[in-house]
């Protein structure tokens, strides 16, 4: 690792970008959420990422206690008919939804990378 671009630098940066863990110049995505099979500037085989259903975890937790605590307030501090609620939280839930899925999808898969993570596996005993 010598030369990164100047925000890619951190893993987190990096995966935030939706950037190659390993280069921080490569693209990780192609398409909204796809990966791409590896790296195009340094090679990196892309196969261990599995970021599971940890990205939509930290969104719908994140997501829904913003969406949920904002028309609670509302509510209980105006109360506005039940079209405003739809108007103003339906929008907000699609935007903080989809908006952070694709870089916490980069960043756990750039955490990931860093901290080796993988799938546990069964040690043989007599083999090292
Ligand atoms: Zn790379």
Same mark, same amino acid.
């Given at each position: 690792?010598?030369?990164?671009?100047?925000?890619?630098?951190?893993?987190?940066?990096? =995966?935030?970008? &939706?950037?190659?863990?390993?280069?921080?110049?490569?693209?990780?995505?192609?398409?909204? /959420?796809?990966?791409?099979?590896?790296? %195009?500037?340094?090679?990196?085989? #892309? =196969?261990?990422?599995?970021?599971?259903?940890?990205?939509?975890?930290?969104?719908?937790?994140?997501?829904?206690?913003?969406?949920?605590?904002?028309? /609670?307030?509302?509510?209980?501090? #105006?109360?506005?008919? #039940?079209?405003? @609620?739809?108007?103003?939280?339906?929008?907000?839930?699609?935007?903080?939804?989809? &908006?952070?899925?694709?870089?916490?999808?980069?960043?756990?898969?750039?955490?990931? #990378? @860093?901290?080796?993570?993988? %799938?546990?596996?069964? %040690?043989?005993?007599? %083999?090292?």
């Amino acid at each position: 690792m010598t030369d990164h671009a100047p925000t890619g630098d951190l893993p987190i940066g990096r =995966g935030l970008l &939706g950037r190659c863990p390993r280069c921080g110049e490569g693209h990780l995505f192609h398409g909204f /959420l796809d990966l791409r099979p590896s790296c %195009e500037k340094c090679g990196l085989d #892309y =196969g261990f990422a599995d970021a599971g259903d940890g990205p939509a975890v930290f969104v719908i937790l994140i997501g829904g206690f913003i969406v949920v605590f904002a028309a /609670l307030a509302t509510e209980f501090a #105006y109360q506005p008919p #039940y079209w405003v @609620h739809a108007v103003l939280w339906l929008p907000l839930a699609l935007i903080l939804t989809l &908006g952070p899925l694709r870089p916490i999808k980069g960043l756990l898969i750039a955490l990931q #990378y @860093h901290h080796k993570a993988r %799938e546990g596996r069964l %040690e043989r005993r007599g %083999e090292n």
